[in-house]
């Protein structure tokens, strides 16, 4: 059981690329969320999935955008890569809303030069 | 007033010691708590669910409090392993991480 698999781990862009970090889960989970976490700002979520074909912004959207095609992958994609958006990605997986919490992707570190 | 706000810490406390963080929330409707571990440059991992209760796992109690809107941790008999930052996470229609409060246990 891999859980969720978060690709790549590490990556380095320079300003203007676009590319796609990648998450899969095995869990069935509905629920799918992508985090960025910087130093001092904590976790803040940039997007988030209650299902396949459903997706919402979370609290900081700009410059991302994801889909949600199966229930099993949830990829975000940087559009345009700018230094801001240097940081930690984790993606998360979770059952409905309620009771459960959130198993984490072991994230991936993005540097955009 | 912040959605989820913690004590950022750090917290340093003798190995063998006590240690109590508190977490206070927002919204009255909020669903369920949980308490989070997230070690340096790793990915945060479910600690311990909180329930209304309140409830134990060995060292650790969490317990709620709706009335007040706050949630707590106890870490009893403290261990050098349990340096961390915990993360205190509140679901309703979504999920809602505090940015942690740092722990360091001294030898």
């Known amino acids: 059981n891999a859980g969720v698999t978060q690709t790549p781990k590490f990556q380095v862009l320079k300003t203007g690329q676009s590319m796609t970090l990648q998450c899969a889960q095995d869990?069935?989970?509905?629920?799918m969320s992508w985090y960025r976490q910087d130093p001092g700002m904590g976790l803040r979520l940039i997007h988030y999935s209650v299902g396949a074909g459903i997706t919402d912004q979370g609290e900081v959207p700009n410059g991302y955008n994801v889909s949600r095609s199966t229930t099993e992958d949830f990829p975000l994609r940087l559009l345009s890569a700018a230094p801001s958006q240097t940081s930690v990605y984790f993606c998360a997986s979770s059952w409905g809303q309620g009771k459960y919490g959130y198993t984490f992707g072991s994230g991936t570190r993005l540097t955009v030069v | 007033r912040k959605e989820v706000e913690q004590d950022p810490g750090p917290f340093n406390v003798p190995e063998g010691a006590t240690v109590a963080f508190n977490c206070t929330y927002s919204?009255?409707?909020?669903?369920?708590f949980f308490w989070y571990r997230q070690d340096c440059r790793k990915e945060p991992k479910l600690l311990m669910s909180v329930y209304s209760s309140g409830n134990e796992d060995g060292r650790f109690t969490a317990q709620l409090n709706r009335a007040s809107q706050y949630i707590s941790l106890l870490i009893r008999d403290s261990k050098l392993s349990d340096s961390a930052t915990y993360l205190c996470?509140?679901?309703?229609?979504?999920?809602?991480f505090g940015k942690g409060t740092r722990l360091h246990i001294l030898p």
């Open positions: 919204n009255s409707a909020s669903q369920s």
């Open positions: 996470v509140v679901r309703d229609d979504k999920i809602i």
């Open positions: 869990m069935n989970h509905e629920y």
